[in-house]
């Protein structure tokens, strides 16, 4: 799942916005005044506000950080509201998700953890599903579905105590935490299909906040169920909708375009997602000035670079959004040591890379990552002259993973190639041909990527040097043909590969 960690930071950064319309459905069976209630509501929100974007500062002197301002809005919360169970339940699932936007996950959890119990044990349970329909979905984010299917279960005991018509909100959370499950069950389908109810449910019962993060999800879950061009509409249409309402140069938009630019990623179409992120940057740059651009834009625009060659803009982007300040965000955390090292080994920088590899992130059952780590680390063994030691990580790692699921991914494909360019390096074009082949059906994930994928391109020409290093000419300029069109479309007419895939057509490989 190599799109996990922004998910979470684009659901956070919504759940402010729109936890609180869960009024009229904790008012159905609390019979609380509405008017009261909104008023408390709003006294709640202006205090914990105040301290958040207060010049607050500790003992030291320096400023607060994230964390900290967030754990005085709790003690204010907490004192000033202790009378209002309901109210300190619904805020606190609002600062949680503050910290998982921050990239403090365990800590988000742990505060639905005490709002949860807060309205249980007030008898609040309407606020209770909410918090548990949370804390399910964070398990997820978390990949401990064995904790997320045991929310789940309490989760719909706590709505069926539930009397009264419930807020399409509180519906729409818990449908969302549902689809979880599906996805992590293995029924991806399943998850979108229950999504898409979710959709139209909100879109029957008039405007509502939360149908941005109902997107979001819809469009993630179609990715991972391999559907990535269905996804896409759904993901260019809140950019437009965020770039409309004024959110063009915030940190929201940033965590927005990740979807697409993960998906044509996984499409092997890297100039489109190239070209999608320069114009943003562009933007952002002539309307706030580069150094603050959102590190995250930056570090996504780098990775661009790193994937389509360009080592020198990739390093000077990189190095931008490191120096940000948006560092530890989830997405950044999880994908820059694989991308820096990767880069650094191409610009001859070891140490350097070796460095950034120590950073890769645990792979647990991420299919994906595991392929993109063995790669990592076999690179980084054959930078430091172990070719055979190389290999053998390699192939070993995609074998095991393999083994685990025959489901292919786009994510396989640069590891197999490369698994296939060291054996053909060895002289064994056999087991590059069978490499390849595994490549060309991991790259493509629909009938457009044989023509539009990168990926396609790749691995078609690393089946074209296969077959003329087996004297097979004929068909390895009937491979190099296939692989002209992808290649020039994902990496450009005058890329390395492109010019290699043409020159193997026209009898002069290099």
């Given amino acids: 799942r190599v799109a996990v960690a922004g998910a979470a930071v684009v659901a956070a950064a919504l759940i402010g916005a729109t936890v609180f319309s869960i009024d009229q459905a904790r008012r159905a069976v609390a019979q609380r005044d509405l008017a009261v209630a909104a008023s408390r509501r709003n006294a709640a929100l202006t205090q914990v506000q105040s301290v958040l974007a207060s010049d607050a500062r500790g003992a030291d002197g320096n400023p607060l950080t994230s964390a900290e301002r967030i754990a005085r809005a709790e003690e204010l919360l907490t004192g000033s509201f202790r009378g209002e169970p309901w109210l300190v339940a619904e805020v606190l699932i609002d600062l949680a998700a503050k910290l998982f936007n921050g990239g403090d996950q365990l800590g988000g959890l742990a505060m639905q953890t005490r709002a949860r119990t807060i309205a249980r044990e007030a008898g609040e349970p309407v606020a209770d599903a909410l918090g548990t329909c949370f804390r399910a979905g964070s398990f997820w984010h978390l990949n401990r579905h064995d904790s997320l299917q045991a929310e789940l279960r309490e989760a719909r005991a706590v709505l069926a105590r539930i009397k009264g018509t419930l807020d399409p909100t ?54 991972l169920a391999g559907r990535h061009r269905e996804a896409l509409p759904y993901q260019f249409d809140l950019l437009h909708e965020m770039e409309t309402t004024g959110y063009a140069n915030t940190d929201l938009l940033a965590s927005l375009v990740t979807f697409p630019a993960t998906a044509l990623a996984d499409l092997g179409e890297y100039r489109v997602a190239d070209s999608l992120l320069g114009s943003l940057i562009r933007r952002q740059e002539a309307a706030i000035g580069r150094d603050r651009i959102s590190s995250l834009l930056t570090f ?188 020039a479309n994902g990496f450009g007419a005058d890329h390395s590969w492109t010019r290699t895939a043409r020159a193997v057509v026209g009898g002069r490989p290099d």
């Fill in 170 to 223: 509180l519906v729409a959370v818990c449908r969302e935490a549902e689809a979880m499950g599906l996805q992590a069950a293995g029924n991806a389908d399943s998850a979108v299909a229950l999504l898409r109810q979710a959709l139209a449910a909100l879109d029957a019962s008039g405007p509502n906040g939360y149908r941005t993060t109902i997107v979001v999800r819809l469009s993630d879950m179609l990715r």
């Fill in 300 to 487: 996504l625009y780098g990775q661009s670079k790193a994937r389509l060659g360009e080592a020198d803009s990739a390093d000077a982007w990189l190095a931008l959004a490191m120096a940000g300040r948006a560092g530890r965000q989830p997405t950044m955390v999880t994908r820059l040591p694989a991308v820096l090292t990767q880069l650094r080994l191409d610009q001859g920088r070891i140490g350097e890379a070796r460095e950034a590899a120590a950073g890769l992130p645990p792979a647990g059952d991420l299919r994906g990552r595991r392929a993109t780590n063995a790669m990592v680390r076999a690179r980084l063994l054959d930078a430091q002259g172990d070719r055979q030691g190389a290999s053998r990580h390699l192939e070993g790692e995609l074998a095991a993973i393999y083994r685990a699921a025959p489901t292919t991914l786009s994510l396989f494909t640069e590891p197999l190639v490369t698994a296939g360019e060291w054996r053909l390096a060895g002289g064994d074009p056999g087991g590059a041909d069978s490499l390849a082949r595994l490549a060309v059906a991991a790259a493509t994930v629909d009938s457009v990527a044989r023509t539009g994928s990168a990926l396609v391109g790749r691995a078609e020409l690393l089946l074209a040097r296969a077959f003329l290093a087996r004297g097979d000419s004929v068909t390895a300029r009937a491979a190099a043909r296939r692989a002209i069109g992808p290649l």
